[in-house]
C-alpha cells in the first residue's frame, strides 16, 4: 500500500527555488504532526521541518529563513518551499510524520524526491 507520495524534486542552481508536495494517506495525515526529512549521500536522514495540525513550525537551523512548511488539511498534502538553494542542501527529501509512521513493525518510508543543487 502506497501511503506517501511525494514530488517536486528536480535539479536547480544554487540560489534557486522548488517547492515540494506531499500526499500522505488519510489515516496517518489526520491529527499527526507531519514533516520532511533529507538524506544526503553519506550521512544520515535529518529532520528539515515539521508542523504540527494547528500549523505550528520548526525548522533546522541549516534551513530556517530560507525554507517554509505548510499543509492542507482538506487535501491531506504537505509543501515544502525550498528558497535560496545552496549546494549542501542536496539530497534526498521525503515527507513522514513525526516521528515516522510504523507499517508492519518497521518505520514506513515513500520513494522520496530527489533534490541537486548546483553550484
Known amino acids: 500500500q502506497v501511503l506517501i507520495v511525494e514530488s517536486g524534486g528536480g535539479v536547480v542552481q544554487a540560489g534557486g527555488s522548488l517547492r515540494l508536495s506531499c500526499v500522505a494517506d488519510g489515516s496517518i495525515f489526520s491529527h499527526n504532526p507531519m514533516a520532511w526529512y533529507r538524506q544526503a549521500p553519506g550521512k544520515q536522514r535529518e529532520l528539515v521541518a515539521r508542523?504540527?495540525?494547528?500549523?505550528?513550525?520548526n525548522y533546522a537551523d541549516s534551513v530556517k529563513g530560507r525554507f517554509t512548511i505548510s499543509r492542507d488539511n482538506a487535501k491531506n498534502t504537505v509543501y515544502l518551499q525550498m528558497n535560496s538553494l545552496k549546494p549542501e542542501d542536496t539530497a534526498v527529501y521525503y515527507c513522514?510524520?513525526?516521528?515516522?509512521?510504523?507499517?508492519?513493525?518497521?518505520?514506513?518510508w515513500g520513494k522520496g524526491t530527489p533534490v541537486t543543487v548546483s553550484s
Open positions: 513522514n510524520t513525526d516521528p515516522p509512521v510504523l507499517y508492519n513493525n518497521k518505520n514506513y
Open positions: 508542523i504540527t495540525s494547528y500549523r505550528s513550525t
